[in-house]
């Protein structure tokens, strides 16, 4: 059976792709979509399966990266693909999922721009581009864009680091529920010369009931990247210690979303 949609990439990026991959399987069905954890079974013969999902897709989303452009399998896919392509039998479609810049022949597509836009942004239009069970079990559902560390300083300061692993975030505002009262904490980002901040009383609600406060805070200038962090600092102003509960990113519409911490 040939797939209507093909998704190369490379192991290391699966988090990722894997998201993209359960959206368009539950658009279009799974057996559309050639994606090697479902498409490939054991005892399979590897090749022979990536050149059956290869021999007629009508779309390949190439998902651009330093891990997929080292890889000579990738490469050999959105080769085959691009010729395909001059053929008129397959559209080629670059997805960026980071910083990488484009193969010079492929310098004159349009491209998905999931580096600046963000995951849900570029899985619209990867699903915009395309509109127009074998046994398998998600890996990657809870992936985040968003990690955060955190370190107490010798004099007590708090340091809230926050990374991102693939994208760019448009929105860097955050939230952290504290259980202390503003006259006893101070607080920054590290680096920045400006800071949206604000402290807002019994803001979010606690598990074991009651409310927390909640110091909301986001840089005036400056975004979050894979290469640019942000540390927001928390320095005590009186003798109680800082007491952190949680992070929370603002997601729009989808409300304040918890940031897993990053793991060793």
């Known amino acids: 059976m040939v797939q209507r949609i093909f998704l190369s990439h490379n192991h290391k990026d699966k988090p990722l792709v894997e998201a993209v991959a359960l959206r368009l399987a539950s658009i279009f069905g799974q057996n559309e979509v050639f994606y090697d954890s479902w498409s490939i079974q054991p005892g399979d013969g590897i090749i022979d399966q ?3 999902g290869l021999e007629a897709p009508e779309f390949v989303f190439f998902f651009v990266s330093a891990n997929s452009l080292a ?3 990738v490469k050999l896919e959105w080769q085959n693909a691009l010729y395909s392509a001059t053929k008129g039998k397959t559209r080629l479609i670059p997805v960026r999922v980071d910083g990488s810049g484009m193969p010079a022949v492929l310098k004159q597509t349009l491209f998905i721009d999931m580096h600046t836009i963000g995951l849900e942004e570029a899985i619209a239009q990867i699903v915009g581009v395309t509109q127009g069970n074998a046994a398998f079990t998600p890996q990657h559902q809870g992936f985040s864009n968003l990690t ?3 370190t107490t300083l010798s004099d007590g300061t708090v340091e809230i680091t926050i990374q991102a692993s693939h994208m760019m975030e448009p929105n860097p505002n955050f939230a952290f529920p504290v259980m202390n009262e503003e006259s ?4 920054w980002i590290k680096g920045h010369p400006g800071v949206q901040g604000a402290f807002q009383k019994k803001a979010f609600e606690l598990n074991e009931g009651g409310r927390s406060n909640a110091v909301i805070m986001r840089p005036i200038v ?3 990247t894979p290469t640019h962090p942000l540390t927001f600092e928390f320095r005590k102003r009186a003798a109680n210690a800082l007491n952190l509960i949680d ?8 409300g304040w979303v918890k940031v897993p911490p990053k793991q060793c």
Request: aromatic fraction near 8%; glycine fraction near 8%.
């Open 50 to 52: 990536m050149n059956n």
């Open 71 to 73: 890889s000579d399998m």
């Open 148 to 150: 955060y560390s955190a």
């Open 184 to 187: 006893e904490i101070a607080w």
């Open 222 to 224: 400056g975004s979050l």
């Open 247 to 254: 992070v929370l990113h603002d997601q729009g519409q989808a």
